[in-house]
Nanobody, 125 residues
Framework: QVQLVESGGGLVQAGGSQRLSCAASGRTSSRYHMAWFRQAPGKEREFVAV??????????SDSVKGRFTISRDNANNTNTVYLQMNSLKPEDTAVYYC????????????????WGQGTQVTVSS
């Protein structure tokens, strides 16, 4: 059983930066592609960024392109993914979810089989 545990959320002022982390625990011998999604109050969950197992393939939502960076660390099969968020805006306020799947297309289609519990990011104006 694999679990995803996010950390790094909190309150930040507009224009500031924050870094989210997500670590896979449990049976991490599998090679997981990983992604970040977010859900703002009253809105549907939306894709933010995805990174392949090797890190060679990265897609980022247009709404955060140039401000958010996704990266990962696979040392010792840790399957840890990061989301560096810069120039934050109030509209970035949301619960951010980490997701993982052995099939990349499931992340692209928004239907990954593994989800974290989410971490709240609040950007004040």
């Amino acid at each position: 059983q694999v679990q995803l545990v996010e950390s790094g959320g909190g309150l930040v002022q507009a224009g500031g930066s924050q870094r989210l982390s997500c670590a896979a625990s449990g049976r991490t011998s599998s090679r997981y592609h990983m992604a970040w999604f977010r859900q703002a109050p009253g809105k549907e969950r939306e894709f933010v960024a995805v990174i392949s197992w090797t890190g060679a393939t990265i897609y980022v939502s247009d709404s955060v392109k140039g401000r958010f960076t996704i990266s990962r660390d696979n040392a010792n099969n840790t399957n840890t993914v990061y989301l560096q968020m810069n120039s934050l805006k109030p509209e970035d306020t949301a619960v951010y979810y980490c997701a993982a799947d052995s099939e990349f297309i499931r992340l692209q289609n928004g239907v990954p089989r593994l989800w974290g519990q989410g971490t709240q990011v609040t950007v004040s104006s």
